[in-house]
């Protein structure tokens, strides 16, 4: 039987028939007061008394699932929320295609999936922790609304990483679960797991880029682990997808807004020249060049996520049943690789060639594509919004061996255009792909908060429709006097 809906009898909300498994039930209830500890110190700086209206899952039916209310943040219901139960569902891939889904870990792939479900887990307070401070310079009530949404929810995605490990791994899970909330983004002895979550998220143009970036990211692990034939991890994080979902709408919507935001005053002040970086600050919005720079950043970063191209783990998680990929059960093939190949781009006698490798070792590099071509969508949106303003800039994602730490061109320097380049020319050149100090300096000395209901910082646009429907001078954060 599936469950529709979620009991709210229980302290913690749910839809797993908690308030029948007293072992798990305990041991969450142990693990929540040091869940709120965290929140306290390493969720947002400020705001903990204030009212924000924020949404909150009562079922996981699509067609109707979250509820707006006004709610202090610590007092959120986070809770556990599986996708409802799929009849009779089969491993959809790998050597046990076509088997039972798993209703129980598999022995032999326990540390497998172990470590998939911590990889995820970590990820979710880290960027809670790197988002702390941003609600001190938030530009509107309405952005700091969906950013505190954003970070309740990662929350909740902690804790529905933290119920799989504590009701599927036993003692070891527990130890995990307690992990996770000792490790800080950024900290030099206990620093997150990936490389992207203990970057700095410094301002609000980094917010807008981090959640459509690195959330997508989250978003194509999401959909891979959700074809798992262990069918609990594959539930849950179907759920999280419906949420997260919105944390991509509001990178999107952001970074669209501030590009809208900058070709408006440029057009009013007759600035022709987009790439004239000077006068477009002197205006007071983000020159779209700066766009440009934390775009490289942000995407890199991601890409970086995705691990080497050629990977024998990604093979070993796929013939294992446990990871596949992106929409999986739509792909038209034996779902077990046997003998297909996938191009990868790799580093051959000084040049970026494409090689044919076999398609079981190239899944990072498949899952990266699939990524790279679900990140151009914004890309065409935000270039819409400039050619309209009639000006000729174009924002462009940059090659995947640019500004590269992980996998095939960590080794070698690259242009956005993917032009290979020596050491030297890329210390001279780099500053003008990446943000520099200085423009970070800018950016920052843009970030005055404007808590004043229906009003906006000068270098971002209203949005076209409120969240919930609300209308645009909606109180969506009552901020505690
Ligand atoms: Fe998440
Ligand atoms: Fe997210």
């Known amino acids: 039987m599936s469950i529709i809906n979620v009991d709210y009898s229980t302290r913690i909300p749910n839809n797993v028939g908690l308030s029948d498994d007293r072992r798990v039930l305990r041991a969450l209830e142990g693990w929540?007061?040091?869940?709120?500890?965290?929140?306290?110190?390493?969720?947002?700086?400020?705001?903990?008394?204030?009212?924000?209206?924020?949404?909150?899952?009562?079922?996981?039916?699509?067609?109707?699932w979250a509820k707006f209310d006004y709610v202090r943040m610590p007092e959120y219901r986070w809770g556990i929320l599986l996708a409802p139960a799929e009849e009779d569902r089969k491993v959809p891939f790998g050597e046990h295609f076509g088997e039972p889904a798993w209703q129980d870990v598999p022995g032999e792939y326990r540390a497998m999936l172990r470590r998939l479900v911590v990889i995820q887990g970590d990820t979710e307070p880290a960027s809670v922790e790197q988002q702390r401070h941003l609600g001190q310079t938030a530009p509107s009530l309405y952005d700091m609304r969906n950013l505190f949404q954003v970070n309740v929810e990662e929350g909740r995605h902690l804790w529905a990483m933290v119920y799989i490990l504590h009701k599927y791994f036993g003692r070891d899970g527990r130890d995990e679960a307690e992990e996770l909330l000792q490790r800080r983004s950024g900290s030099a002895d206990k620093p997150r797991m990936l490389g992207a979550f203990n970057?700095?998220?410094?301002?609000?143009?980094?917010?807008?880029?981090?959640?459509?970036?690195?959330?997508?990211?989250?978003k194509m692990q999401l959909h891979s682990l959700a074809q798992s034939g262990f069918d609990p991890l594959a539930r849950t994080c179907r759920f999280m997808l419906t949420e997260e979902a919105h944390h991509m709408f509001v990178g999107e919507t952001g970074i669209s807004r501030v590009v809208q935001r900058t070709c408006e005053a440029m057009t009013a002040a007759g600035v022709d020249d987009a790439n004239d970086v000077a006068a477009v600050r002197a205006l007071g919005v983000i020159d779209l060049p700066t766009i440009q720079k934390k775009l490289n950043l942000h995407y890199s970063l991601s890409l970086d996520l995705f691990g080497s191209e050629v990977s024998t783990n990604a093979a070993n998680a796929f013939n294992a049943g446990v990871k596949g990929r992106y929409r999986e059960t739509q792909i038209e093939d034996d779902h077990q690789l046997r003998s297909a190949t996938y191009p990868?781009?790799?580093?051959?006698?000084?040049?970026?060639?494409?090689?044919?490798?076999?398609?079981?070792?190239?899944?990072?590099?498949?899952?990266?594509?699939?990524?790279?071509?679900?990140?151009?969508?914004?890309?065409?949106?935000?270039?819409?919004?400039?050619?309209?303003?009639?000006?000729?800039?174009?924002?462009?994602?940059?090659h995947v061996a640019f500004?590269?730490?992980?996998?095939?061109?960590?080794?070698?320097?690259?242009?956005?255009?993917?032009?290979?380049?020596?050491?030297?020319?890329w210390r001279r050149e780099k500053d003008r792909w990446l943000p520099t100090r200085q423009d970070g300096e800018f950016v920052a000395s843009l970030m005055q908060p404007q808590y004043e209901a229906g009003r906006f910082a000068l270098w971002i646009a209203p949005p076209k429709v409120g969240i919930d429907n609300k209308p645009g001078d909606f109180e969506y954060v009552q901020l505690a006097s």
């Open 199 to 218: 970057e700095a998220t410094p301002d609000w143009l980094s917010f807008f880029m981090f959640t459509y970036f690195t959330d997508r990211d989250g």
């Open 344 to 398: 990868v781009l790799k580093l051959a006698g000084g040049e970026i060639t494409s090689v044919e490798e076999p398609a079981l070792t190239a899944l990072n590099m498949r899952l990266r594509d699939d990524y790279t071509n679900d990140c151009v969508k914004g890309i065409l949106r935000w270039n819409k919004v400039i050619d309209q303003a009639g000006f000729s800039f174009r924002l462009t994602l940059p």
């Open 32 to 64: 929540h007061p040091g869940y709120l500890d965290w929140w306290r110190n390493m969720g947002p700086t400020g705001f903990q008394e204030s009212l924000v209206y924020l949404r909150t899952a009562y079922s996981v039916d699509p067609r109707g």
């Open 403 to 425: 500004h590269r730490q992980i996998g095939e061109f960590r080794d070698v320097e690259a242009t956005p255009e993917g032009v290979l380049i020596d050491q030297a020319t």
